[in-house]
């Protein structure tokens, strides 16, 4: 019923985004800004402390500033370019992906069949460390775990 409905009806376009015009101290700030630093060494810590500065002046990203930062000889693109890169290094890395419980239940069922095996070849009621690490590197070799991650991932 609904599609019958809106299916004579055209989409509006997405709304314009207007290009943000600069005012006088706007591009006092843009150029007295710049003029700190050399277009040739500029680093991400530069280029953090450019767009900090342009966003506490209100100048957003567009076409105007791209202008006034080329007219001093910079270039807008690369500044932000190194700003983003530095917030990217500065995020941590990604969850690991998550085990399903099939592989977790594999990986219970083969320690258990490996402590199995050593408790019986010992006649022992318990495992020596050196057992336990031997145990749970032929885990880690049994499932390609690297020696520094977790058997299994914990994180929700």
């Given amino acids: 019923m609904i599609d019958s409905m809106s ?3 055209a989409m509006p376009p997405p709304p314009r985004r207007t290009e943000q015009n600069l005012t006088n101290d706007q591009q006092a700030v843009i150029a007295d800004k710049l003029a700190e630093y050399d277009v ?3 680093t991400q810590t530069d280029a953090l ?3 900090e500065a342009f966003s506490a002046a209100g100048i957003e ?4 500033l791209e202008k006034a930062v080329a007219a001093v000889g910079f270039d807008a693109k690369t500044i932000g370019g ?8 500065s995020r941590p890395p990604p969850p690991p992906p998550k085990q399903s419980a099939e592989q977790i239940s594999s990986m219970g069922e083969y320690l258990a069949e490996l402590l199995d095996e050593k ?3 010992t006649n022992n009621a318990s495992l020596s460390d050196e057992d336990k690490q031997l145990i749970l590197a032929q885990v880690f070799d049994q ?5 520094a991650d977790s058997i299994i991932n914990t994180s929700a």
């Fill in 119 to 121: 408790l019986a070849a």
């Fill in 40 to 42: 040739d060494t500029l």
């Fill in 61 to 64: 990203p567009g076409a105007a």
């Fill in 49 to 51: 402390s450019i767009v």
């Fill in 7 to 9: 299916s004579g009806m």
């Fill in 143 to 147: 499932f390609n775990i690297e020696q």
């Fill in 82 to 89: 190194l700003a983003h890169s530095s917030e990217q290094a």
